[in-house]
C-alpha cells in the first residue's frame, strides 16, 4: 500500500517506537496527516513517547471487535495537529490480530491519512511477513550488539521476500568509544553484512533518551544537536539522495 510504512527490528529495545513516533513527528510537522498504529502487542510504547498515555480509551483491540469505532480509538494530539496514535490493548491477554485484520485496518486509515506508520513488534515469523508486505517502506531499526545485527539479517530477509519496495537500514545508539577500542562493530561492517541501504547513524545519547521517556519527541527540538540529526536522517528515509528530485 502506497500510505503504509514499517518501522521493523530484529529484537526490542534498539528504538524502533522512537523512530516510528519522531517519523510521525516529523511528518505531522510538515502539515501531513499521519496516524502512528502500535503493533507490539507484549510492549506498547509509542503512547508514551508522545505523551498520550493518559488520553488512551480505546484500542486496537477494541476497534477491530466493534467495540468503538476506529476513529475513536485514535488518540489525536493536541501538541502536533495532524498525529494520532492507535495502541496494542494494555493488559488483555490472549490478543491475536490476524494479518488480514492490520490489511482491513490499513486500507480504511489510508482513506483518512496520508501516512499509515506501524510501529510492528520485533522480530521475524509469518504474521510479520503478511503484515509487511502491506508497506511501501520500510525502516530497519538495529544497533551495535551482535545480537541485534544477527535478528536484522533475518527481519531484512523477510522484508525483502515480500518485495517491498524502498527498505532502509537505521544504526542506533553507536558508541564511537567502544567501536574504536574495538568491542563493537563498525557501522561500515554491519552495513556491509546487512546489505540494505543506510539511511542513518544515529549515535547514543542520553538527551535522546531522556526525551523519549518524557514524552517529548527529539524531533520537535531541532534547535538541539539530537534534534537536528533525527531531522536529517528521517529527510534521507523519506527522499533518498537517490530519488530526490525525481
Same mark, same amino acid.
Given at each position: 500500500m502506497e500510505k503504509v510504512i514499517a518501522v521493523v527490528s530484529g529484537k526490542g529495545?534498539?528504538?524502533?517506537?522512537?523512530?516510528?513516533?519522531?517519523?510521525?513527528?516529523?511528518?505531522?510537522?510538515?502539515?501531513e496527516s499521519v496516524v502512528i498504529v502500535d503493533l507490539n502487542l507484549q510492549a506498547r510504547g509509542a503512547d508514551?513517547?508522545?505523551?498520550?498515555?493518559?488520553?488512551?480509551?480505546?484500542?486496537?483491540?477494541?476497534?477491530?471487535?466493534?467495540?468503538?469505532?476506529l476513529r475513536q480509538a485514535a488518540v489525536k494530539s493536541k501538541r502536533f495537529p495532524g498525529l494520532?496514535?492507535?495502541?496494542?490493548?494494555?493488559?488483555? +491477554?490472549?490478543?491475536?490480530?490476524?494479518?488480514?485484520?492490520?490489511?482491513?485496518?490499513?486500507?480504511?486509515?489510508?482513506q483518512e491519512y496520508r501516512h499509515v506508520i506501524l510501529d510492528m513488534a520485533p522480530?521475524?515469523?509469518e504474521a510479520f511477513e503478511g503484515i509487511v508486505?502491506?508497506?511501501r517502506r520500510a525502516l530497519v531499526v538495529t544497533t551495535q550488539d551482535p545480537i541485534s545485527v544477527r535478528a536484522c539479517g533475518r527481519?531484512?530477509?523477510?522484508? +525483502?521476500?515480500r518485495q517491498v519496495p524502498e527498505g532502509r537500514l537505521l544504526i542506533n545508539q553507536v558508541r564511537l568509544s567502544l567501536t574504536d577500542r574495538g568491542f563493537l562493530p563498525a557501522v561500515e561492517e554491519i552495513a556491509q553484512e546487512l546489505r540494505l541501504p543506510l539511511c542513518g547513524v544515529l549515535p547514543y545519547d542520553?538527551?535522546?533518551?531522556?526525551?523519549?521517556?518524557n514524552g517529548n519527541p527529539v524531533i520537535s527540538r531541532r534547535d538541539t544537536p539530537a534534534g537536528e540529526h533525527m531531522e536529517k536522517i528521517l529527510s534521507c528515509f523519506m527522499d533518498p539522495p537517490e530519488s530526490a528530485g525525481a
Open positions: 529495545g534498539v528504538g524502533k517506537t522512537l523512530m516510528a513516533t519522531n517519523l510521525g513527528v516529523y511528518l505531522a510537522e510538515k502539515g508514551l513517547a508522545l505523551g498520550l498515555a493518559s488520553r488512551v480509551v480505546y484500542d486496537l483491540a477494541d476497534a477491530l471487535s466493534g467495540v468503538c469505532r494520532a496514535v492507535i495502541e496494542p490493548p494494555l493488559m488483555k +491477554e490472549h490478543v491475536n490480530i490476524s494479518p488480514l485484520e492490520i490489511q482491513v485496518l490499513c486500507e480504511k486509515l489510508s522480530g521475524a515469523g508486505s502491506l508497506a527481519v531484512i530477509a523477510a522484508v +525483502e521476500k542520553d538527551h535522546i533518551h531522556v526525551a523519549f521517556t
